[in-house]
């Protein structure tokens, strides 16, 4: 069920002070209109004085009583109305944001970069990483190159060997964590591969791999450039919250390009309700909690509600992981954050420091604030452009913590 706030309907206001002049003007009103008419009939009909009394007095100021009475009630009545119709509204808005709180719980990742397969997140931390130091010719073409360290003895352009090298590294490291799960639970596999290899190559790898480890209930290979929206059209089905989720993710090239980043990256997820089966299997003592993405168009709306889901547990947030931001964006979301008095601690560019993953940024981003957040025990909120805004909350879950 996706999630938006904004189709609510507006909260009703409260009804206006009871206003005494108007009731006030309103029977005076009432005997002026009562005296002239009881003037007019006096002229063609002889009135008792009893009658022209009861006429005149009597009967406008009785109507005004009557007004006044079933004009205490109706606004009872609309106060009533008013009270319930926002108790409702409120209570859906906050069931909806209940609904959009659920999360995938990082049961295992890794994360591959040209500087190797752990410290990835402190190196973009200490600013130890920098991409400007990498050496450009006169043609403004980076000419030196590292390679990820599993790829040494690979061709760069052998996309197939280089993606069959990790997966055969990831079933040794993941072997004894998938061989462990318990069988009632349903495992779904998802593939962003940012390479020119053909599908039917992937699957083919998968067979030869972690096919052979587990029996996936659905298995997809999908193209990155939908990767920004994922976490967010997963959770919309909470048919998943009972089930796993294993996300593989690569971006390769056979030639270096200026300020690109290479990444490899696998995660093992959990959905809302699986992680509560899994307490034998892993420690969910401290646990990485992945929220839904969000991307409105609306810079202001995209991180409001990216903020109000993770907004459920209190740790502060300790860094602001960037990917695809432009200057101009930059600017416009500092601006906010001290429009709504947000601290986001410290901001981490990995476009400056390992490079930009293009559609694979979000998926890296990630995969770094999981390692961060590990770290630190703080939350991360990840802020990925390139052209629209896309913004996602990533936590650490502790026994403090109430998942």
């Known amino acids: 069920m996706p999630v938006d ?5 507006q909260p009703l206001p409260p009804l206006q002070k009871f206003s005494g002049w108007f009731w006030a003007m309103l029977l005076f009103a009432f ?13 063609f009909y002889s009135l008792s004085d009893l009658l022209l009394i009861l006429c005149a007095v009597v009967v406008p100021i009785g109507l005004w009583v009557f007004s006044l009475l079933y004009g205490i009630y109706y606004r009872g009545y609309r106060e009533a109305y008013i009270k319930q119709w926002n108790i409702n509204r409120n209570g859906r808005r906050e069931h909806l944001i209940d609904y959009a709180r659920r999360g995938l719980y990082v049961l295992s990742h890794s994360v591959l970069t040209r500087y190797g397969e752990s410290g990835n997140a402190n190196g973009v931390t200490s600013n130890s990483y920098s991409i400007n130091g990498d050496n450009f010719g006169n043609d403004n073409e980076l000419i030196s190159y590292k390679q990820q360290k599993s790829y ?15 997966f055969i590294q990831w079933c040794n490291e993941y072997q004894s964590l998938l061989t462990a799960l318990p069988n009632n639970l349903q495992i779904h596999v ?32 999908n193209s990155p450039c939908r990767g920004t929206l994922f976490t967010q059209v997963w959770l919309d089905n909470s048919d998943y919250d009972d089930d796993l989720l294993l996300l593989i993710n690569a971006r390769l090239f056979a030639f270096p390009i200026k300020n690109d980043a290479e990444e490899a990256l696998i ?3 959990a959905g809302e309700q699986a992680i509560k089966k899994l307490t034998e299997v892993v420690n969910t003592d401290k646990i990485a ?23 459920k547990h209190s740790a502060s947030y300790d860094g602001v992981w960037y990917s695809g931001i432009s200057t101009q964006q ?11 008095e947000f601290d986001p601690g410290s901001i981490f560019n990995i476009d400056t420091t390992i490079g930009n993953a ?8 990630l995969a770094l604030a999981v390692e961060h957040t590990l770290s630190t025990g703080n939350k991360q909120l990840i802020v990925v452009g390139e052209p629209d805004i896309t913004a996602s909350v990533v936590a650490t879950i502790t026994n403090n913590n109430q998942k």
């Open 31 to 43: 005997v002026v209109a009562g005296g002239l008419i009881t003037l007019i009939v006096s002229f």
């Open 289 to 311: 909690k992945i929220y839904r993405s969000e991307q409105t168009g609306e810079l202001a709306k995209t991180l409001d509600h990216a903020l109000l889901w993770g907004a």
């Open 190 to 221: 998802r593939l962003f591969i940012e390479t020119p290899t053909k599908i039917e190559n992937i699957e083919a790898l998968w067979q030869r791999t972690f096919g052979k480890l587990i029996c996936p209930a659905s298995i997809m290979v």
């Open 5 to 9: 706030l904004t189709k609510l309907p």
């Open 267 to 269: 995660m093992l997820l």
């Open 152 to 166: 040494l003895d690979i061709t760069p352009s052998n996309f197939d060997a280089r993606l069959e090298a990790l």
């Open 358 to 365: 293009k559609h694979s940024a979000y998926f890296f981003a």
């Open 330 to 340: 930059n600017i416009d979301i500092m601006n906010y954050f001290n429009q709504i």
